[in-house]
């Protein structure tokens, strides 16, 4: 059971070398993008172009003239950096890829549940809730959908808010602490195309009910 700090449920999920978390074939095609950095202690995303040139830290702070976020490779080329946290800013409006945040206050059935849940990468997060990043495939797109990825920042769902849909500007560190028994899904088995349907009329409908209330 949750007390309040740490999960245990995944305990034995243990963190990959960043060579395995980079040829995660979903990472793989993310990490083209320059929207990495790492995350200090208390999660702030830091300037990773300002710290690999200088080795100092201060926070990402985008604007017009400043860029403080880079592609994976470029971090991966330090060999400093190795046992380093990833972060990344999730745009789901070009990507097409969004976050499902499972909070370890979670009930152990529903942490069960997502973890089996087809995903192109699951991780079990710091205080052993999880993180699944999923990119939607084109086949699966709709005008209702594309305006849901586009607009989305995020969407809460659960009694204290459990679980979390995170699809655009926010930042998601990484523990690398993947679970290496669960194969990346490309969603083509009649199962996994299943269950992202579903997925996706869950969140439309969560997106539904967000328009109605903010309106």
Known sequence: MYDGTTNDLFQHVTVQPQADFAQNPLIAELSNYPYWTASDPKKMPIDMRHFLNTKTIRPAKLSDDSHPLVTLHAIDSDPNMEGVNRAFRLSARLTRAFMVDVEPKASDETLKKWAKWPAQYTEVSKNGGLHLLIQIPESFMDDELEDALNSLIQLKHGDSNEVEFLFNDHYITFTKRMMT???????????????LERLIVFIKGLATQKRLYDE
Request: aromatic fraction near 14%.
């Open 181 to 195: 028994d669960k194969q990346p899904s490309d969603f083509t088995s009649d199962y996994d195309k299943e269950a």
